[in-house]
């Protein structure tokens, strides 16, 4: 297995991903059911919307959405904030924290889950020292 270890900046591209993803997916509307009322000058129509996501991004996404639940609730809002592009001031506002407290705070949240994910992969990897392997195959000697 040859993936690279993951970093906060891998985890804060893929949660920038996720919030992109989720803007693409089609909205809930009941099946059959629309009006015929005319569309006045200047309002929005729903022909512009971006195109839909792919089959491996929705994947992604929910998967990054999983790592989310490692998290406190007050570092959840505040990745999730920042992956939606919100500026720092505005984040500190809504949070009523200070900028640098607001930016190690999501620092370390994004460590969290960087040493959660290649914790998990170091497991995953396959055993190559003798001392984890069987008992028989050491006694061999192989």
């Known amino acids: 297995m040859s993936k690279a270890a993951w970093t906060p900046e891998l985890v804060a591209e893929r949660l920038e991903e996720a919030v ?14 629309y ?3 005319p569309r006045l000058v200047g309002e929005a129509s729903g022909h ?6 792919a089959p491996e991004a929705i994947d992604r996404m929910e998967e990054t959405l999983r790592w989310l639940s490692w998290l406190d609730p007050e570092e959840r809002r505040l990745v999730w904030l920042r992956a ?4 720092w001031k505005r984040i500190t506002h809504r949070l009523v924290i200070g900028r640098t407290t607001a ?5 370390i949240a994004l460590l969290k889950i ?7 992969a170091e497991q995953d990897r396959p055993d190559i020292k003798a ?3 069987s008992r028989e195959s050491v006694l061999q000697g192989s």
């Open 114 to 120: 960087a040493t959660r994910l290649n914790a998990a």
């Open 131 to 133: 001392v984890n392997r």
């Open 48 to 53: 512009g919307r971006a195109a839909a996501a």
């Open 103 to 107: 930016w190690q705070r999501w620092s």
């Open 35 to 37: 009006d015929l009322w």
């Open 20 to 33: 992109g993803v989720l803007a693409r997916l089609p909205e809930d509307k009941v099946r059959g059911v």
């Open 84 to 87: 939606e592009g919100l500026p």
